[in-house]
């Protein structure tokens, strides 16, 4: 029954009912959605977050992909090293722990054929090998001739069955031998059966100066060539998924003695090792740039979307829903946006990585393994950090409008404490820097670098403006008016000009790294980079050898000249004893080091401590011997300047100081010296030579020819490994002109994003100037030149900040050197004056455009 | 065609086109009229995309000195009105002449010059809030280009009674205080026409009769010819003439049409 109306006296109060706030913000957000006014704020997050799983996805499979080459070279994800065999129980363990393990033995040995012998390497290897990639052999239809087929077959999981041997082309070449024939190792005799042509896990390393013959493991007793001090290298190696190597390299790290040496990805190859470390920084720092970005363009249009929202919050407010109510919805409404948006960002973001990198499948040669999920993850986490930190200041002071302003429309809402809107945004940045890099330190360089350049350029700036607007009254009048409008408007142009900086020096910091890394590696490993190395040659050899590598049109390197020496003491002690315990069992101390001498200090070389001896430095027969030592062998056995090297060369021994302590590279594929004396002091002491050249691929022939020519020089083929890094070069190459390309893309929406953010202003005031007597005209040339003023102070930030943080930077994360470059410094503010000029112009196009009234009256 | 309004508008628009809805007025015959309009049209596009006639046809003469009320119910076209006559916007058709230049005939550059001979007042004042007052007056000196601008927008706010209060920003100053900031920029330019928009609407009623009365002593004045868009009938009764704006058309109340 319809109960009847209540006389107006007895109506009562309703107790109000609570607003739903979610199903509010939802029925809002469809209708603020059709307004348009989010879409800016929509843009920004959609492509923060796509910005963020694009690198996300590519950067994890690149990194897996990287990762599955490295652990190729390797062997392993996981090597263990060690002089003596380890307890069966840690295999065991490793099988427990989920991973692959398996075990290979190497040690040198002189191998005898019918017509020869020949020292080698010996591998021998248990079931399972290799546990990466695969070993490809020669086809065995081709073994009847002698020249090299480039036609291979990859072998799965196959080795040497018992009694077999199988040979590279180099051991077969130095005895003469072929398929069938039967050498010895030790005792035992082995019947060649396969010629291996590429081995993944070949890596660098004095064993691998001489040809290979591999064996299985269970025949390396039979030849009794391992006896009590035997130099032999047992290699663990272990496979399986990253968490699991990880769980199971702790627990090795517990138990290991110091004769073991574990190696992970990065440590064992360290031209590919350090190539990964730069790229996966620069990736890091890209998605960094470009979500700062993003996240100050959802700052600008989260704070436009609140100021044009305070009068339906009033008007709200004043029909009783209380501004907290209406600013409990938007922060949802925000929150619901935030949560499309992540999702649609990280939708993209993975269909354009897919779509990408199939597109440049062709390119690169290796399939990349798929991603994983935590780039799921991170991107659509970064979309809701974004959001908190930086779209929910501004919007929380929707809560404080007043309902007043119904009446007056100059009640503005109170504007955040600064404190509040930075602390958050900072907050916010930290978190996610340190999440993308898990380095704290790089998360508290780049927090303070930003902070700093934020400070700096803020208080340059209104310096500027100041000094602007104290010449002002002399300019001619447009200029004027501009100045004045700039220096009024400070409080949105200094986050515009701000923004403006942001954005140009982050653009200009990732292109500038990437401009040095790519031509770091570029000359790292240039085309034409060595990819043979000649060990062994006798001096007499000497003029023959380049002679020949000369009339075949070869370019090779000077001849080297090694001595082998055992340092023996160390400040007079037996060296053993003068080092510290845990550098006991370190190589340098157990094998013969390759010394050389220089007058001048080698290419690629520099000297961190103490200091190069003269170029014409003349030694009599009492004075001490200078030294040059290596930084890492100095570090590994605590040495520095001052200690006294006793070097053993068979029988005679020579004692020196050292003097300088040098940092080579060991990315370049040079031959590198541990330990340089000046010229004058090794001549007379028995040595060899070595060399290294570009060989072609269609002058591989010549191999065979020099290799009969000269019997005992060893002739290493690097260009497998070359060929190797330089895949993986390429791959990151790739991913970091993306990522250029990303980071451009945020800096556009930011770009207009600070344009929009002044823009309703501007329309204002573009509509009252038109009253005022101004043309369309006059309007665009007074914004043009404030543009133009702001592109300037933009681009003098932009440099200044770029070249600071660039300096911070490339010192100490890429291990690039730094150095001024002057096309950045013309070309920086000039491509800011235009780029901000043409963007600021482009944005504000309708201000000349809309109906003056129209404009005046809906303000 | 238009019913109501067409059989005077129509027969002067066919005779002599200085006799329009103002009236064959022998009294003002030979006068300087300042603002004329001939058949003037405006369409706009509504919301779904279908064309509306907001000005269907608006005849009007208006002389130098001159003080119009237009009067019309809210969406009668008052605003878009004002921009035509002021150059501010493009008719669809049909002429204005502003001080006898046809302004279908210049192009945008030519409109801002023409725009530097009127002035406007706002019903939300619209001052440049980040500017003074002072600065706020001196602009559109300077967008003419007068040298002096600095000493004469001085002098302009002195006469409305601001002279203390020249660096001032808008905010701090009040309602009524903003509209005399606002009065003596339009009238800083020594404009031939004065169009003001509902200038009494934001404020109180003495606050607005001080408004009214500053307005219309500064028009005596200066000589300016004064425009007003207005509810406020007492606002409307100290005009010499009343327009009102209906369907598209301009009529004229008849207690006014005898003119001066």
């Known amino acids: 029954m319809p109960s009847a109306v209540l006389p107006t006296s007895e109506r009562k109060l309703q107790k109000p009912k609570p607003v739903k706030q979610w199903s509010m913000a939802l029925k809002l957000l469809l209708r603020e959605w059709r307004s348009g006014d989010l879409n800016l704020l929509f843009s920004a997050l959609v492509l923060a977050v796509m910005t963020v799983a694009l690198t996300g996805f590519i950067a994890d499979r690149l990194q897996r992909g990287m990762e599955q080459q490295a652990a190729q070279l390797m062997g392993g994800d996981l090597v263990l090293r060690s002089s003596r065999a380890v307890d069966a129980s840690w295999l065991t363990e490793a099988e427990t722990q989920g991973l692959k393990a398996v075990s290979s033995l190497e040690f040198t040995s002189m191998v005898a054929g019918d017509e020869g012998f020949q020292l080698s390497a010996v ?242 040669p290796i399939a990349l393994p798929p991603a994983g999920w935590e780039p799921w993850v991170l991107a659509i986490g970064t979309g809701l950090l974004l959001l908190i930190g930086f779209a929910s200041a501004p919007l929380r002071q929707l809560r404080n409008v007043s309902p007043l302003r119904v009446f007056r429309r100059d009640l503005e809402m109170t504007t955040p404490s600064s404190m509040v809107v930075y602390g958050l945004a900072l907050m ?77 020096m982050v653009v200009a910091l990732v292109a500038l790294i990437r401009n040095d890394l790519l031509a770091s590696w570029q000359q790292q490993l240039p085309e034409n980079a060595p990819n043979y190395f000649a060990i062994n040659i006798q001096p007499y050899e000497q003029v023959e050898f380049t002679q020949r590598l000369d009339n075949a049109g070869i370019r090779h390197s000077p001849l080297y000249p090694i001595v082998r020496g055992r340092l023996s003491d160390i400040n007079g002690l037996p060296a053993q004893q003068a080092v510290p315990k845990d550098a006991r069992e370190d190589n340098a101390l157990h094998r013969e080091l390759n010394l050389t001498w220089h007058a001048q200090i080698p290419d690629d070389n520099q000297v961190i401590a103490g200091r190069w001896w003269p170029e014409n430095i003349q030694l009599k027969a009492d004075d001490p011997v200078p030294l040059s030592l290596e930084a890492g062998m100095a570090e590994r056995l605590s040495l520095g300047l001052g200690d006294t090297l006793s070097f053993n060369f068979t029988g005679q021994v020579i004692t020196g100081e050292v003097t300088n302590i040098r940092q080579v590279n060991w990315d370049n594929f040079q031959p590198n010296f541990y330990v340089i004396t000046p010229p004058g002091v090794l001549e007379n002491m028995p040595q060899t030579l070595l060399a290294s050249f570009f060989l072609p691929e269609d002058q591989r022939g010549l191999v065979a020819q020099m290799v009969k020519a000269f019997p005992a020089v060893s002739l290493l083929d690097i260009g497998q490994i070359l060929d190797q890094v330089r895949q993986i070069l390429q791959q990151v190459t790739m991913a970091i002109e993306v990522m250029l390309g990303f980071t451009l893309l945020s800096g556009l929406v930011l770009l207009l994003a600070a344009v929009k953010n002044s823009l309703d202003e501007r329309l204002r005031e573009g509509a009252l100037y038109r009253t005022l007597g101004a043309s369309g005209r006059m309007i665009r040339r007074i914004q043009c030149i404030e543009f133009i003023i702001l592109g300037i102070v933009a681009g003098v930030l932009a440099l200044l900040g770029s070249e600071l943080t660039a300096f911070l930077l490339y010192r100490n994360l890429f291990d690039l050197d730094y150095s001024l470059s002057f096309t950045h410094w013309l070309v920086l503010p000039l491509s800011g004056v235009v780029i901000i000029t043409a963007a600021g112009l482009w944005g504000t196009r309708h201000v000349v455009s809309q109906p003056p009234l129209q404009v005046l009256r809906a303000g | 065609m238009n019913a109501p309004a067409s059989e005077s508008h129509d027969q002067n628009a066919n005779t002599d086109p200085t006799a329009a809805v103002s009236g064959v007025d022998p009294l003002v015959v030979g006068r300087r009229s300042v603002i004329r309009t001939e058949k003037l049209m405006r369409t706009v596009t509504d919301a779904d995309g279908q064309p509306l006639q907001i000005l269907q046809g608006v005849e009007c003469q208006i002389y130098a000195g001159e003080s119009v009320a237009i009067l019309g119910s809210s969406g009668a076209g008052k605003s878009t009105l004002l921009g035509l006559l002021a150059g501010l916007d493009q008719s669809s058709g049909g002429e204005i002449w502003l001080n006898d230049q046809p302004l279908s005939q210049l192009d945008e550059e030519g409109r801002a010059l023409m725009r530097q001979q009127v002035g406007f007042v706002f019903q939300s004042f619209q001052l440049l809030e980040h500017l003074t007052a002072l600065e706020n007056v001196m602009l559109p000196l300077e967008l003419a280009g007068d040298p002096d601008y600095h000493i004469k927008a001085k002098q302009w706010l002195e006469r409305v009674g601001l002279g203390a209060r020249i660096k001032h920003y808008p905010r701090q100053l009040s309602g009524g205080e903003q509209q005399r900031v606002a009065i003596a920029r339009a009238f800083a330019g020594d404009p031939l026409v004065l169009f003001a928009d509902e200038p009494t609407g934001n404020l109180d009623s003495v606050t607005g009769q001080s408004i009214i009365d500053l307005l219309f002593n500064l028009n005596r004045d200066q000589g300016t010819t004064l425009i007003l868009v207005t509810h406020d009938v007492t606002l409307a009764q100290h005009c010499q003439r009343r327009l009102t704006l209906k369907d598209g058309l301009l009529h004229e109340d008849i207690s006014t049409k005898a003119g001066v």
């Open chain 1, 123 to 364: 591998k021998a290897v248990d079931s399972g090998y290799p546990l990466k990639g695969g070993l490809e052999l020669e086809p065995i239809l081709d073994l009847e001739s002698s020249e090299l087929k480039s036609a291979s077959v990859s072998t799965e999981g196959a080795l040497p069955a018992s009694g077999e041997v199988w040979v590279d082309r180099r051991l077969l070449s130095a005895l003469d031998a072929r398929i069938g024939s039967d050498i010895e190792i030790g005792r035992e005799l082995f019947t060649i059966t396969r010629i291996i042509s590429k081995e993944p896990d070949r890596g660098g390393g004095f064993m691998s100066f001489n040809p290979r013959a591999l064996i299985h493991f269970s025949d390396v007793e039979a030849t009794g060539v391992i006896q009590p001090g035997s130099r032999v290298r047992y290699r663990y190696m272990f496979a399986g998924d990253m968490t699991q190597v990880d769980h199971f390299k702790n627990w090795l790290e517990e138990r290991l003695e110091p004769s073991h040496r574990l190696l992970d990805i990065r440590e064992d190859s360290p031209s590919v090792g350090s190539a990964l470390d730069r790229a996966q920084r620069y990736l890091q720092l890209a998605s960094i740039g470009a979500v700062i970005l993003s996240g100050v363009a959802v700052a600008m249009a989260a704070s436009r979307f609140a100021r044009r929202r305070q009068d339906t919050v009033a008007v709200m407010a004043s029909l009783g829903f209380a501004a907290p109510v209406m600013g409990g919805i938007y922060l949802r409404l925000l929150l619901v946006l935030g949560f499309v948006a992540a999702t649609v960002g990280a939708l993209l973001g993975f269909s354009l990585q897919a779509l990408g990198i199939q597109a440049v499948a062709g390119l690169v």
């Open chain 1, 428 to 504: 916010a940045l930290v978190v996610m820097i340190y999440w993308y890099s898990s380095d704290a330190r790089l998360t508290l360089w780049l927090t303070l670098g930003l902070v700093a350049v934020l400070v700096l350029s803020a208080v340059l700036t209104l310096g500027l403006f100041y000094l602007l607007k104290k010449v002002g009254p002399v300019l001619p009048m447009r200029a004027r008016l501009a100045v004045r409008s700039l220096y009024s408007h400070k409080q949105t142009a200094l986050p515009q000009v701000m923004a403006f900086g942001l954005v140009l």
